[in-house]
Every structure is written in C-alpha cells, then in structure tokens.
C-alpha cells in the first residue's frame, strides 16, 4: 500500500549537519537541488496499491537512489551501503546520518516493478521536462554520444526450453489467482512438465533429432493451450505480460512444416531483434564486431557540454531500456 512519506526534520539529517562539508559545486549538492525536488512519490503511485498491504519503501528514494548508483557504478549491495555510510549519497537522498533506508534487494525489486508497468520512460520524460523549462538544458544544445553494450546475467536456453519457461510462469500465475483455469487445463496437458525441478531437465544423453522434433511439437501444442486457456482472463496485468510473452516466442521462433507439424525456424527465418530470455525480455543478441558477439543491452550515455555533471546520469540510468533492462551492469 503507498501511503505518502513521512521524512520529519531531525538533528540528525545529512542536510543540516554536513552542509558545511559538501562544496556549492559538488555533484551531490546540485542532485539535491536540482534533481531531488522533480521526483515524489506520486510519479509511482500505479506501480502499487493505494489500499492494501504493508506500506513500502519511498519509490521516490529509490528511484534517486538508482540514478546515484549508476553514477558512482555501485552494485546494488554497494549502494545499500554507500546509503548507510556515505555522507554526499546521504546528504543528495535526504537521508539521516543514523539512517539504514533499505536492504539491496529493494533496488532489484523497483527496477522490475518500474519496467513491468513502463514507467521508466514516462519518469524520464518528466524529469526531462523538467530541466529544459527550468533552462538546465537546452533543446538544440551540442551533445556528445557514446554508446557500449552491457552483459545480461541470464542463461541462453535453447527454443524447448524458452517455451516451457514461459508456461512455467504462466501456471505459476493461474496455481496463485485462477485455480479454477488451472484446473480445466491440467485435464489437457501434463503440468508435471512445467515444474520447478522440470523445466530446466535435459534427457540423458545426446536426443537424436526425431526425438526432439516429437519434444517440440508437444510443448508448442501445450503453449497453445495455455493461450487458449487464458485468452479471456481480464484484469490480470501480469498474466496478460507473460501470456504475450510467450506468443511473442511462439511467433519467432516456429513455424509449421510441410505436414503442417510445429519446426524451428531456421537463424536466418528468424527475425534479427529475436527475444532471448522470458527472464530477461528485453535482453537481445548483439555484436560489437564479425568475431565479438554478446548477450544484452546496449547503454547509450548522452552528455552535454555545461552541467554535465547532473545531466549525464540520466540517461545512464534510463537509457539501457531503449535496447535492454535497466538492470546493473555490473
């Protein structure tokens, strides 16, 4: 449940006993000033509900807590500690000196929240907005661009596998909130396939290709199912993201036969921004040369010539969506 946050002055706020300590110029001064005040909580409202739960912690914090760390290139067990002991990352959060504002995984936690209701483009835009009216940046101001990619922490699994991941979520979701749709389905298919010790489970030995053939086709019939089975649930915004998920894989990776029977799709059948991982789907193939090829997202940092200090963690934070996840590089 969001309930708005409640940072009462204290003797012990960052703010008021190191103001002496952070120079007019500091980095961490101007995101305080400039930065802080054009992020709230009310920017991240949807992303929770407003009448039910236990209360979380500021999405605002977190939010200028994830641009902080890909400025200083923390992970996210760094940052957790960066906020308890580091007196300019306290002083830029508002933080008090005695103040342990969350555990790292929190950081994990709001970064997928945020890309899972599409937010991060929207609070970008925004903050954006608000720089340019305020004249922090100029619209036709000479900007420097670069661009490098950045690993994803994911497995590649081969096509039989990626389909039963995405059943495997999906039955997870109905086994939570439709019993009753799981139920009908597990009269169709075998839900033993799609379980946690299962999914992954290669058979022994090397499977010649009829037998893989035969493999395929029973899991692209049962992903069908799923689909059919789920295609007039509404409401569940979760369910719909995976169910479109798992059509999008169906779609790139198989095709029918001459007999009309599900086949794989050749590497030049399938199209170039094929998705890689339902772990990670925004995680793609990418090259940096002919010989030196990756598995992730490409970064791109823009950086203008005055400010450049504020500016350009910006992008860094938000500009790993346009090609990837905006998880931590590191």
């Keep these: 449940m969001l309930t708005p946050s409640d940072r009462q002055r204290s003797f012990y706020d960052a703010d008021s006993v190191c103001e002496q300590l952070i120079p007019e110029d500091s980095f961490y001064r101007k995101f305080r000033e400039i930065v802080a005040p054009l992020i709230d909580d009310s920017m991240f409202e949807l992303m929770y509900c407003m009448d039910n739960g236990r209360p979380p912690i500021s999405p605002s914090l977190l939010a200028m807590a994830c641009i902080l760390q ?7 067990r760094e940052m957790e500690r960066a906020c308890m002991y580091d007196i300019e990352v306290k002083f830029a959060l508002g933080l008090r000196l005695d ?9 994990g936690d709001f970064r997928k929240r945020l890309l899972e209701n599409g937010k991060e483009k929207e609070i970008f835009d925004k903050i954006l907005g608000e720089l340019v009216s305020k004249g922090l940046v100029k619209k036709d101001e000479i900007q420097r661009i670069d661009a490098t990619h950045v690993i994803a922490d994911i497995a590649i699994p081969n096509v039989v596998t990626l389909i039963k991941k995405c059943i495997r979520d999906i039955v997870k979701t109905l086994s939570r909130r439709h019993k009753e749709v799981l139920e009908q389905l597990a009269s169709e298919i075998d839900l033993s396939m799609y379980g946690r010790q299962t999914v992954n489970q290669a058979e ?19 992903a069908w199912l799923v689909v059919g089975y789920t295609k007039d649930i509404e409401g569940d915004h979760i369910l719909k993201r995976r169910v479109v998920t798992l059509r999008q894989i169906l779609q790139e990776n198989i095709d029918d036969d001459d007999e009309g029977k599900p086949k794989e799709m050749t590497k030049k059948e399938k199209p170039p921004d094929i998705m890689v991982s339902p772990i990670d789907p925004d995680a793609r193939y990418g090259a940096k040369s002919k010989t030196k090829k990756f598995t992730g997202y490409k970064a791109n940092v823009t950086e203008t010539g005055a400010n450049r200090g ?9 500009s790993c969506r346009s090609v990837g996840g905006t998880g931590n590089p590191r």
């Design 204 to 222: 022994e030995g090397r499977m010649d290709l009829e037998k893989r053939s035969a493999l395929l086709v029973d899991v692209v019939a049962d």
């Design 70 to 76: 890909f400025y200083r290139n923390l992970s996210d």
């Design 310 to 318: 504020v500016r350009s963690c910006l992008p860094t934070f938000f």
């Design 99 to 107: 103040e342990r504002p969350f555990d790292h995984s929190s950081l």
